[in-house]
């Protein structure tokens, strides 16, 4: 085990050697350690595969039973048929136009939040650092809330809108929080500071809406998925099949930038354009899944420690993070609709539940002296 | 001496402003008219209204400051605030819990409980805050403030939504205005307002002690502990009064110390008053900015405060040095 120690940061799968490659098998010993690296790893391996494959498994049942619960219960049958595009009289309304659209925008949200966060949180170093904490989504909220009361603007202009400001919020954070070179702790708390501005700007923009629209207005300021249809689930799915595969193609450059930048360097990786690829995609997924359903709260911080605790914290957290994303926003929207007198946006829920992980967050990392 | 005329001059100037701006503007025959008591007419109406609101605005001011000033002092953390360390917030949700669960109806206990609200938030963030090694650092302070008022601001949303009953002035617990002040709420918040300055003042001196570090003070005489707790007890009563009746508002507590100790230095015994005077000046003129923008309608006050904090904020994390801050 010994050997698995010395090498701390190899991921398992992105790794291009062999341990058995590094050090020339001379005496039993060194095979029988060999053979423990190999069998631990894909003992590793193997438990990855099977809780991606549960979690897949979770997105799959959870987003079916959310398409048949409801005011009305419809058997899966029904709902099949729905889909088919079969015509059953009321379940066709119900579910193909209310429910499948939600269900939907729910699963494509939590997936944009939960890679373009852990995006973040892996490139920075710093679980804090993700978009949400520090101010981002609130900058892409606060755009779109400007657009869509003051300029009446709607659709995929919106999306535009805050998109743009996404990445202008994210370009100025940056740059505020550098003084020769950017500390995590700065950036953070020049992200607060930021994200605090835009959030006065989302409510100001809420206290002119008219009474009318108070109840869409109130997605930009915790996000909802309230009202979701097809409009918002599309963009948001382009934005997916264009920046995911981006992203996800740069699984292994990223790897290798989290072991410092000229240990990347020398392992041949380009780390300027792949660190400029992998913001600007995850600033696109996440301002897309904030123009579709707003800063539904702590997704995209929640997602990659999430992921990590569950998988174990080697080999890429993307695919993982995306499915707990999906799976946070499905529980919670659930839960938001139903579980309560009440129906609550779903970023209610979301920020009920990850603020005080956020707080379990700092005091862990205070009592262990580790760097925030 | 010669600033805290200065800013005396200065804050009696916006509070004539104040009464005399809004979304009509009015004569000054017709100020001194309202002033005696007159309500004749939309003129005089709209003046007999703005000078509650002004006088609210002066108090509010002085009081986030001043408890500001206070917490910048008990934790030697230049990031402190009420807003920020969440405190506010935490006022907040209690009054909503208060209005929805237990039919809160007096004043005096919406300060009542929003004190003890804030107490509690205060302690909770601090806490947090100074676990570890190296006790509680700006970082950790901001950080646990920031993710506690996220925490709590979730919980007043979720209180607050299905209650269309509070639902209505709902707003006001979010994001924190001086529009709907009265005499009444003003006297009411008065007294509280009034024992929190003096337990600040009275602390001033051991804040200067508290200021050389734990053990020189100790050394020196200080019982840090007491102290320490006193001051921010008065802090928290500031806090939490001015929240029961304008709602969170953050930056004011921030700012406002640190402009006043580039004039003054850090001698409290000075920076508390002059703190006092120019909160009371900030939030004044924050109301009357609100007010003029918008016309015909306006802005709630805590949002100029954020538009006009938050970059000070951002100044003071880039001049510390990450390690000191």
């Known amino acids: ?372 | 001496m010669l600033a805290l005329l200065t800013l005396t001059v200065a804050l009696l100037v916006i509070m004539v402003v104040s009464v005399s701006f809004g979304s009509r503007e009015v004569g000054l025959d017709d100020i001194l008219a309202a002033l005696a008591g007159s309500t004749d007419g939309f003129d005089h109406g709209a003046v007999a209204r703005r000078i509650p609101r002004t006088w609210m605005a002066v108090i509010a001011g002085a009081g986030l400051a001043v408890s500001g000033a206070v917490m910048q002092g008990v934790t030697r953390n230049p990031l402190a605030d009420p807003g920020i360390l969440g405190v506010t917030t935490g006022a907040s949700l209690a009054v909503v819990i208060g209005l929805a669960w237990f039919g809160l109806a007096s004043a005096t206990s919406y300060i009542l409980v929003a004190i003890i609200g804030a107490g509690a938030t205060a302690t909770f963030v601090y806490i947090v805050g100074s676990l570890g090694r190296d006790g509680a650092t700006p970082l950790k302070l901001a950080l646990a403030g920031a993710a506690t008022a996220a925490a709590l601001s979730s919980f007043v949303t979720a209180v607050v939504l299905p209650r269309q009953d509070i639902a209505e002035g709902a707003v006001s617990w979010q994001i924190g205005g001086v529009g709907g002040a009265t005499a009444a709420s003003i006297s009411t918040v008065g007294p509280f307002l009034a024992v929190g300055f003096a337990i600040c003042l009275l602390m001033a001196k051991g804040l200067n002690t508290l200021a050389l570090g734990d053990e020189l003070a100790a050394g020196l005489g200080e019982r840090v502990g007491r102290t320490r707790a006193i001051a921010a007890f008065g802090a928290v009563v500031l806090a939490g009064a001015v929240t029961a009746v304008t709602g969170p508002i953050a930056f004011v507590g921030l700012v406002v110390p640190h402009v006043c100790r580039l004039v003054a230095g850090p001698d409290h015994r000075w920076l508390l008053p002059l703190s006092a005077l120019g909160g009371g000046i900030l939030l004044t003129a924050a109301d009357v900015l609100g007010r003029v923008v918008a016309r015909p309608e306006e802005i709630d006050v805590a949002i100029i405060t954020a538009i006009i904090g938050a970059p000070v904020f951002i100044a003071i994390v880039r001049r510390h040095k990450v390690r000191a801050l």
């Not at chain 1, 029904?78 to 009321?90: E, Q, R």
């Not at chain 1, 809420?206 to 207005?217: N, R």
């Not at chain 1, 240990?263 to 992998?278: D, K, N, P, S, W």
Request: glycine fraction near 10%; aromatic fraction near 6%.
């Open chain 1, 1 to 372: 085990m010994s050997i698995v120690r010395t090498r701390p940061h190899e991921s398992a799968e992105s790794s291009p050697h062999r341990a058995g490659e590094l050090t020339p098998l001379r005496t039993p010993d060194l095979r029988a350690a060999v053979t423990t690296v190999t069998s631990a790893r894909t003992a590793r391996l193997r438990r990855r595969r099977i809780v991606i494959a549960v979690l897949a498994a979770l997105v799959v049942a959870l987003f079916a039973t959310s398409l048949m619960v409801g005011r009305t219960f419809y058997p899966p049958a029904d709902v099949l048929a729905v889909i088919a595009g079969h015509d059953v009289p009321g379940a066709s309304f119900t579910v193909g136009t209310l429910r499948l659209p939600r269900a939907c925008v729910a699963v494509l949200t939590g997936a944009c939040f939960g890679l373009g966060g852990v995006t973040f949180q892996t490139m920075l170093r710093n679980p804090l650092a993700s978009p949400d904490v520090i101010g981002i989504t609130s900058g892409a909220g606060a755009a779109a809330a400007v657009a869509i009361v003051f300029f009446s603007l709607g659709g995929f202009a919106v999306s535009v809108v805050a998109v743009l400001a996404g990445v202008a919020v994210a370009m100025a954070v940056y740059l505020l929080a550098y003084r020769g070179g950017v500390a995590g702790t700065r950036l953070v708390l020049v992200g607060i500071g930021v994200a605090a501005m835009l959030n006065s700007v989302t409510y100001y923009a809420l206290d002119k809406a008219p009474q009318w629209e108070l109840q869409e207005a109130m997605r930009w300021l915790s996000g909802s998925l309230n009202g979701a249809s097809w409009k918002d689930a599309l963009p948001l799915a382009l934005a997916m099949v264009v920046l995911g595969p981006l992203l996800l193609a740069q699984v292994r450059n990223l790897g290798a930038l989290q072991l410092g930048d000229d240990t990347a360097a020398a392992l041949g990786v380009r780390t300027e354009r792949t660190r400029i690829v992998a913001i600007l995609a995850a600033v696109g997924l996440i301002t897309f899944a904030t123009a579709a359903a707003g800063p539904i709260a702590f997704v995209a911080f929640l997602s990659g420690p999430i992921a990590a605790r569950i998988v174990g914290p080697r080999g890429s957290m993307l695919i993982p993070a995306a499915l707990v994303g999906s799976l946070l926003v499905l529980v919670a929207d659930l839960a938001a609709q139903f579980a309560f007198g009440t129906k609550f946006p779903v970023g209610v829920v979301t920020g009920v539940l990850g603020a005080p992980y956020l707080v379990y967050l700092i005091i862990r990392t205070n009592r262990t002296g580790g760097v925030l």
